[in-house]
């Protein structure tokens, strides 16, 4: 598995494009002023400062883990920096997420994987006018994420604990639409594609959904490959790491891979 992803990833840097290799306007705005604004912002800080206390926090939690390719539950003891190490998406990957919430400045945000709640934080600084959605699995987890949540004075989070396939279709049922999607903690084929596909009839032209992780696995690049080809989408950006579905009206269908 790691060989293949070795390999996926060297395939990737060869064929994927920077912004000028793009012919799209909107993805080329997109790459220059989102996706490679690599200056620093303000908003960084706090939540950097709280990943180095997570990542020197020996805590023990006990997690439940749901998915990342299990149907089994699976409850082990762990140190919190045992999780912020191997689980807390890289401050350059949350960073950009930060980036395409703020450029997107969605009304309805939805997370599923809150995990200690760092990206979720990135999130809520970036759209502090937004309601903001995060789900977790694990109950321990999500009680170290809601600690992170009031040292940051985080007021537009909502997080709620359980099973996604349980949570994520009242939701979607109960919001008036969904603007930004942030689709992680769950990396099987199958429940992939349910959450893009439920997530379908409250899309509109605006909508960002981002998956995690795309190139996880064989089932994921599948999930990622009918995503792109579903006829709702117009175009999608490969970033390797995540991946971002557009619903543009009017747009001819096109998929870029970025280098980032």
């Known amino acids: 598995m790691v060989l293949q992803f070795v390999s996926d990833y060297l395939k990737h840097r060869l064929t994927s494009k920077s ?10 705005k997109l790459v220059d002023e989102v996706i490679y604004d690599f200056s620093a912002k303000s908003e960084y800080n706090h939540i950097e400062q709280q990943r180095k206390k997570l990542l020197h926090d020996d805590t023990l939690v006990t997690v439940t883990d749901l998915g990342a390719g299990s149907h089994l539950n699976k409850n082990r003891k762990k140190k919190v920096r045992q999780i912020a190490i191997n689980a807390l998406k890289s401050p350059r990957l949350a960073q950009l997420i930060f980036r395409l919430a703020k450029n997107a400045q969605p009304g309805v945000l939805l997370e599923l994987g809150t995990c200690l709640g760092i990206t979720t934080a990135y999130l809520s600084k970036a759209c502090p006018d937004a309601d903001i959605i995060t789900i977790e699995g694990c109950p321990e987890t ?18 709620q604990v359980g099973n996604f396939d ?10 008036p ?11 099987r084929k199958d429940a992939t594609l349910n959450y893009f596909n439920w997530c379908l009839p409250k899309v509109h032209e605006h909508s960002l959904l981002i998956f995690d992780d795309i190139y996880w696995s064989e089932g994921m690049k599948e999930a990622w490959e009918e995503i792109k080809n579903h006829p709702e989408v117009t175009v999608t950006v490969d970033l390797f790491w995540i991946g971002l579905v557009y619903f543009k009206k009017g747009q001819v269908k096109e998929h870029f891979k970025i280098r980032f």
Not at 19 to 28: A, E, I, K, L
């Open 19 to 28: 912004r000028h290799g793009t012919h799209s306007p909107f993805v080329y």
């Open 142 to 159: 999500a009680k170290r994420a809601w600690q992170n949540f009031q040292e940051l004075e985080l007021e537009n989070v909502e997080l």
């Open 166 to 175: 349980e949570l994520l279709p009242e939701l979607i049922n109960n919001a």
């Open 177 to 187: 639409q969904l603007d930004f999607v942030y689709i992680d903690g769950n990396h």
